[in-house]
């Protein structure tokens, strides 16, 4: 029998939304780290399915996001992004707002270079 599937795997430790079944937005950006700290490069992220609803008439409001920063020790994990946009989904927000707010908790979890 080969255990080794059974190791922990320090790229993937600590991320408890990717493996698992998620039925519901969930507001939480997790992170990976990054294993080449040393070198600059960017990572761009395009996000075509952005909603969210006006604040001031109640309809859907559509939006592609565009992320690109230069990480330094970790990495957004993918599906805690995608998660995460989906939260929006029935929040009344103006875009200016939300996209303000994105970049403060990606700043917030990933500390990027840029």
Known sequence: MDDSRNEANPLTEGLTLL???????????????????????????DCPEFTCV?????????????????????IVESKSLKLYLWSYRNEGVFHEHVTN???DDLVAALDPHF
């Open 19 to 45: 493996g698992h079944e998620v039925r519901q937005p969930v507001r939480q950006l997790e992170t990976f780290p990054n294993t080449h700290p040393d070198r600059r490069y960017t990572v761009k992220l």
């Open 54 to 74: 006006c604040p001031m008439t109640g309809q859907p409001d559509f939006a592609t996001i565009t992320i690109r920063y230069v990480p330094d020790q970790k």
């Open 101 to 103: 707010q994105i970049l």
